[in-house]
């Protein structure tokens, strides 16, 4: 992301909202947020953060990034259930009293007929109905990778993404798609010979676990890199280098 033709247009259109996604689920490419954020703070432009794949994989300091609203999903690189998640809501937001669109009955009080209350914190948007038992396996998998340590996780994960950049690239037929200054723990390539689905079920054949992205998922990106699709790989803390090479060469054999 350029972040300075970013502030020019902040500059330009004074927005209601400044939103971006830390790491992208098409890429590796870690976007620089705190960066972002900053020209927010000096603005005074309300800011969101999407750290769907960054959360679990990098440590998150809302302070330094100076968002106002962080979402994340727990079934990324937190490894908790699918259909859990969070937000976080500055104090900033809350004290201008916005509130969601359809607010619940955890989110207020009904204060009169023709009147409610917001609740004063970020229960405001909640929902009454709660999966309690997704929401436990959440809170059990983020108490497993603090038990771990985040920074740990962020020394690991991108190096063993590295090493799988390096292995892949040389690979004839196989592009690796990461660009950039800083590069998470996100692989993708494309491989020559293969259509999407079939390429897929091969790795799975295989034991390697991946997933595929597709031009309407990244119209800009994949249109810059003239792709329709891409394979991804996600290679995490508990990897090890003997499994970043046993999956390289198993792409190395399908490419054959």
């Known amino acids: 992301m350029d972040v300075a033709a970013m502030a020019a247009l902040m500059r330009e259109h004074r927005p209601r ?51 106002d ?34 607010i619940d009955m955890r989110g207020a009080r009904w204060t009169g007929p023709g009147h409610y209350q917001p609740a004063e914190s970020a229960a405001r948007f909640e929902e009454w109905e709660f999966p309690y038992a997704t929401v436990l396996g959440c809170a059990a998998a983020a ?34 798609l990461e660009k950039g200054t800083e590069l998470g723990a996100i692989v993708t390539f494309t491989i020559e010979g293969w259509r999407p689905e079939p390429f897929k079920a091969a790795m799975d054949a295989k034991g390697i676990n991946s997933a595929l992205s597709f031009r309407e998922f990244a119209q800009f990106d994949f249109g810059d890199k003239d792709v329709d699709w891409c394979l991804r790989l996600s290679p ?21």
């Open 69 to 102: 609203l962080l979402t994340a999903t727990c079934r990324k690189f937190l490894r908790g259930p699918r259909g859990s998640g969070f937000l976080y809501v500055s104090d900033r937001v809350l004290k201008a009293g916005y509130e969601p669109l359809f």
């Open 143 to 176: 108490r497993y990778a603090r038990e771990v340590g985040v920074e740990a996780i962020a020394r690991r994960s991108p190096v063993l993404a590295a090493r799988l950049r390096v292995l892949l690239d040389a690979v004839p037929g196989v592009r690796v």
């Open 236 to 256: 995490h803390y508990y990897n090890t280098d003997e499994e970043v090479d046993q999956v390289a060469a198993a792409v190395a054999e399908l490419a054959g």
């Open 17 to 67: 909202l400044v939103s971006a996604t830390h790491i992208p689920t098409n890429s590796g490419l870690v976007q620089p947020v705190a960066e972002i954020g900053r020209h927010c703070r000096e603005l005074d432009l309300l800011y969101m953060v999407d750290a769907c794949q960054s959360v679990g994989q990098y440590p998150i300091d809302v302070a330094a990034i100076g968002c």
